[in-house]
C-alpha cells in the first residue's frame, strides 16, 4: 500500500465516513418509512411481550416491566445484530473492495460503528417510550449501564470478526451461528432475571457472557436490584481474546477474498 | 517529484476450484511507469482479470508482491461496486468521497460525460448495463488516477459512447499509465505500447512490439501455433 502510516489513517477515516453513509442510504433508499419502520420493528415485539407477561407473569421483581423488557432486549438485540452485521460484512459488501482504498477493516468498522449508533438510539426511544407509559426512571448508574450495553456489542463484534474471518474459506459457518444466537436469546436473560433462578443454576448460567452484560444493563438501570452473578469485566474478557484470534485470522485469510 | 511505478514481482495465485487446485497466474513480473500502457492479452480463463485485481490491490497474491506508489483505479468495466438501491448521483458521490475528490466536481464531470441526463437521478437497478457501463467509466475518468484499469469497457454500449471512450483513452495516454484487458485487438495495437500474453508460453511474455505480438497471439489462437515475436 501506499503512503505513510498517518495518510493511511486519514485515507481510512475518510472511506469509513464514505462507507456509514453509503450503508445508510442503501438500507433505507426504498423507502424513507424505512427508518421509522427500523425502530418500530423491535419496538412492536416489545410492546407484545409486555402484554402478554402483564397477563401471565407473577410480578416478583420491583423492576417495572417495559423497561425490564427494554434493557433486555436491545442489549440481546446489540450482540446479535453486532454479528451477523459485521459476519455478513465481506459477503455484502464485496464489491467495494475492488477500490483500491477500501479494505475489509474498513467495512467492518464502519458496519460496526454504525451498529453502535444505531443501536444505542434505538435504547433511546425504548427508554423514553418505557418512561412515559409506567413512569420508568432514568438509569440510577450509568456508567454500569454504559458499560454493560457496549459489553454485548463488543462480544458481538468480536465474534462477528472471527466468524467473518473464517466464511472467507468456509461460507456455512453462519449457519452454526445463527442457532446459537437463537439459543442464547432464551438463556441469556432477556425474559429474566437471575435472581429469580434458583440458585444452583448460577454456577452454569454465568459462564454467558451476554447474560452478564444484561445483568449489568438492569442492575445499572433499576436502584432495586442487585444481580447475585454479576461481573462486568467478564464479557469483555472473553470478548477480548476472540477479537485478537479474529483479527489474527482477518490478516491470514485476505487472500482468499475472491471478488470476480 | 516521487517516481511513480507498479512493481509486480513473481505473482503467482492459485484459485481452489470443485477439482482442485487451480494455478491460475505464476511467477508474473512486471513494472508499469506514467508511461506505460499495457495491454493485457490472453483466452478466457488465462487470468487476465485476475492480474488486473493483483495490479489493483484488490486481490492478494499467493506469494510474491505488488509494490505501489500510483493511484489506481477498480477494473473500469466492472460495475458491480455500483449500488442498485442507490441513484447514479448518490453512487458518483460515495466514489468520489472514497477517493477524496472534490464532490461537487466529480458530480458535475459524470453528468456531463455520462450523458445520462435526468437518469442520473433514478436509481442504479433500473439502468441498462450499457448506462452502467456509461456511468462507470465516467466515474473512472473523473477522478483522477495515476494507473486506470480498464476490463472491457468498450464491448458494452452503443457506437457513439464507444467512440467517446477512446477518445478519452487516447487523450489519457498523454500522460497518465493504463492497462486494457479484453479490449478488441485493434485497439490495443492502437492505445497500448507494451503487451503481456498470457498462457502461451509456461510464463507470461511480455513485449514492446506490440504490434507482432498481436498477430502472433492472433496466430496462436487460430493455428495453434506461438512464435515468440522477434
Redesign the interface.
Known sequence: ??GSFSSRCA?SL??I??LI??EI??RY??SRAGYLWAILTPIISILTLYFVFALIRQRETEIPLLAFLVTGWFTFGFYQSMVSMIANSEAAN?????????TRLDVIASRGLLEVLTTALFLCVGGVLAMMVEEASLPDDPLLTALSFFSAGFVGLSVGVLVCAIMTYFPVAMNFINPINRLGFFISGVLFTTSALPSWTYDYVKWNPILHSIEGMRQGWFETYQSPVLDIAYPYTVGLPILMIGLFLERRT??G???? | MDKKYIRVQNVSKT?KTKAGWNPVLKEVSLEITPDDRLGILGRNGAGK??LL?MI???????SGTVE????????VG?N??L?P??SGR?NTK??A????ADVDGVVDFVREFSELGTYLEE?VKSYSSGMKARLGFALSMAIEFDCLLIDEVTAVGDAAFRKKCNDALETLSENRAFVLVNHGLHEIDRLCNKVIVLGVEDRPVISTKVHKSIKAYQRALTEGVWERPQ
Open positions: 500500500m501506499t485515507t475518510r472511506v465516513h464514505a453513509l453509503r442510504s442503501a433508499a426504498e464485496k464489491a467495494l473492495l475492488m477500490h483500491q482504498n477500501v485476505r487472500r477474498i475472491r471478488i470476480g | 484459485y482479470s485476475t485485481r489493483g490491490g484488490s486481490e492478494t497474491p499467493d505501489r506508489s500510483m493511484t489506481v483505479s477498480w477494473p466492472f458491480g461496486h449500488q438501491g442507490m448518490a460515495f466514489c468521497r472514497v477517493y477524496g436509481p
